[in-house]
């Protein structure tokens, strides 16, 4: 009877575990979506309106970026955003899959989400004999879920290779 009562408390004790981790499955798959869908946010910088995109971010949030080395800081991205809606043709887009680390989430700190995006961006540049310029590289982005559990951006860092190609190629090449 004793073999009877603790096979039984096992059974229990191993479905109590296996709907903890079944759980836990579907709230990290939960944050990954919500993850992802920050990112998609955030390459859509030429498709939604600046102050819609601006939405995905946290208030005290920062973008750095070479040509911005001090960081374009929360109230600077809504015009980063305008200036660049007016630089047509363009494209900036993610190139890859999503690389993921999360830090913190202990009863004392909210989890940071740690994403690697490959990216590209391309622009033809009027002003230098319609040469298209292409930069390709890495956006690391810090995430946190806010108060509602929306999943906000708190830093983007760019990391990046240039490289520009004329339209008019030589002839043996």
Known sequence: MVRLNVFILFIIVSSFILDLNADQKHSNDDVTKKIEDSITHLFSLWTLPCSEWLNVFSCDAVWYHPKFPDGIQ????????????????????QDGQIRLTISGNSPLSLPLYHVMVPYVYGQIENGNNNSLFINSGYEY?????????????????????????????????
């Open 74 to 93: 929360y109230n600077q991205l809504k015009d980063f955003c305008e200036i660049n809606q007016a630089t047509k043709p363009a494209l900036f887009r």
């Open 141 to 173: 982005v810090e995430l946190a879920a806010d108060q509602n559990n929306a999943i906000r951006i708190n830093r983007v860092v760019e990391f990046f290779n240039r490289a520009s190609l004329p339209f008019v190629w030589p002839d043996n090449n």
